[in-house]
């Protein structure tokens, strides 16, 4: 009777079993079970629902890696962002002290013959033969001309970097200034790369929307093709 009583309560478990997950769950893999197996949640059941977990489980790892996938890649994109923007920061303090030193601000390149045209080489290099000289205030590969040298910006690489006294009243991109003292007139540091999506995202970091028009970053895009025509122009704050 013991016996009986269990294998009717067992019964009653797999009836059970069966109406919560339904007929067709249990049944669809009864045609795989091995000879000998049979309708009382035995070993068909068994596999039935492991292939179902299993299929679940790798839907689930399918779409994980999905998501993961587009995750890894815009923390990487964000991250060569950061790298531009650290690479910003570290010569607009080298800039800064090389004013608090010196009692100027980045000096007039007299071979290029315009007054808006600004030599980086002070930087790191004492050009002008200042006693109040205290760099290299960056370290730099020296470039072809006075105002531009290549600079190491973070992940984006080793840059061309220029400077120019520009004024951001009149033009979007930069327009000739000559006198430091008005206030529209300010030093822009302007990056060369053909990384345009990189300049974008810059823009938005820094100004809160991409604008070429506004804002401390201008994105100048010649349109010129492959020549490094595309680059990035930041403005650097007054020293005075």
Request: charged share 20%; with cysteine; glycine share 8%.
């Amino acid at each position: 009777m013991i016996i009986n009583k269990k294998g009717a309560m067992f019964g009653l478990d797999c009836r059970a079993l069966k109406k919560q997950f339904g007929k067709l769950f249990l049944v669809s893999r009864h045609s795989e079970a091995p000879e000998g197996a049979n309708d009382s949640c035995g070993y068909a059941k068994r596999g039935a629902m492991f292939g179902l977990d299993a299929r679940i489980a790798l839907a689930i790892f399918g779409a994980l890696s999905v998501i993961s996938g587009a995750a890894l890649y815009s923390a990487i994109q964000d991250a060569k962002v950061v790298s531009f923007i650290a690479s910003l920061n570290e010569i607009e303090k080298a800039v800064e002290q090389y004013y608090l030193d010196n009692a100027e601000v980045l000096p007039i390149d007299n071979v290029s013959g315009s007054a808006h045209v600004r030599k980086t080489r002070v930087l790191y290099e004492n050009v002008t033969s200042l006693s109040t000289w205290n760099g290299p205030y960056i370290s730099a590969k020296l470039g072809a001309l006075d105002y531009c040298g290549n600079f190491n910006f973070g992940s984006a690489g080793e840059l061309s970097m220029c400077a120019y006294f520009c004024s951001t009243a009149t033009n979007s991109y930069c327009a000739s200034c000559t006198d430091y003292s008005l206030p529209y007139c300010t030093i822009f540091l302007e990056i060369y790369t053909l990384d345009k999506a990189l300049l974008e995202k810059v823009d938005v970091k820094i100004d809160g929307e991409q604008n070429s028009s506004t804002g401390r970053v201008r994105i100048r895009d010649t349109g010129l093709g492959t020549d490094g025509s595309i680059s990035l122009r930041y403005q650097l704050p007054k020293y005075n």
